[in-house]
């Protein structure tokens, strides 16, 4: 079945550091890849997507590339703010046989920016 | 406001009785999901529905059961046969099942069992 890994947190960084999250998937065809970012006590809200390969999604100064060669889709930010902090979920959607309906998630990371 | 609406946002129940959480849309979004999300874990799929009358069993359904009688509206049954259900609960929405398209997620209830 489809599955996602993710870096394993909590990562501290200082404010102005480069960040990187490492996800990689596993899943058959060609999946949509999305970063989702959760605030403390709320829900989750949908950060950035990529729908096939090579596809670059972006916002707020994050980015990631999806790379069907690695099965990648790391999330990057050139210059982290203390308002980054959050935990980051990255997530596949299938679309292949029966699993098109359904996010499957990693199991998060926590970033912690200290100014 | 265009959004979805979770209720209550904390909720506290006894072992051995059945609670309710709300979720309501006016996205006009189709499909609904329901997810349980625990401490350093994931998300996990509860139950979906594509169109009202519908829904289907997700990973985790045992102890739960959901209706959709309204486009609007899904609500979650957390009955006393679900053995742990401290958890956070989030309602998501996405304008149809089969697309590429992202959901949308309310803002959680946070279940707590006494």
């Known amino acids: 079945g489809d599955s996602v890994t993710q870096m394993e947190g909590p990562v501290t960084l200082s404010e102005e550091a480069f960040l990187t999250i490492n996800c990689t998937y596993t899943?058959?065809?060609?999946?949509?890849l999305f970063w989702y970012v959760q605030y403390p006590g709320e829900g989750l809200q949908l950060l950035l997507k990529a729908t096939k390969a090579d596809d670059k999604g972006s916002n707020k100064g994050f980015e990631a590339t999806y790379r069907k060669e690695t099965t990648s889709f790391h999330l990057e930010k050139g210059s982290v703010q203390v308002s980054d902090s959050a935990v980051y979920f990255c997530?596949?959607?299938?679309?292949?046989?029966?699993?098109?309906?359904?996010?499957?998630f990693g199991k998060g990371t926590l970033l912690t920016v200290n100014p | 406001d265009g959004g979805i609406t979770q209720s209550p946002k904390y909720l506290f129940r006894k072992e051995g009785q059945n609670v309710t959480l709300s979720c309501e849309q006016n996205?006009?979004?189709?499909?609904m999901y329901w997810y349980r999300q625990d401490p350093g874990q994931g998300l996990r799929l509860i139950y979906y529905?594509?169109?009202?009358?519908?829904?289907q069993k997700g990973d985790i359904a045992e102890g739960y059961s959901v209706s959709r009688e309204k486009k609007e509206s899904f609500p979650l049954t957390v009955t006393s046969a679900q053995k742990n259900p401290t958890a956070f609960y989030l309602c998501?929405?996405?304008?149809?099942?089969?697309?590429?398209?992202?959901?949308?997620f309310g803002p959680g209830t946070r279940l707590t069992v006494l």
């Open positions: 899943a058959t065809g060609y999946p949509s």
């Open positions: 529905s594509q169109i009202v009358n519908d829904f």
């Open positions: 997530a596949l959607r299938g679309n292949s046989g029966g699993s098109n309906y359904k996010l499957t």
């Open positions: 998501a929405t996405s304008g149809s099942l089969g697309s590429y398209n992202e959901q949308f």
């Open positions: 996205l006009n979004h189709d499909a």
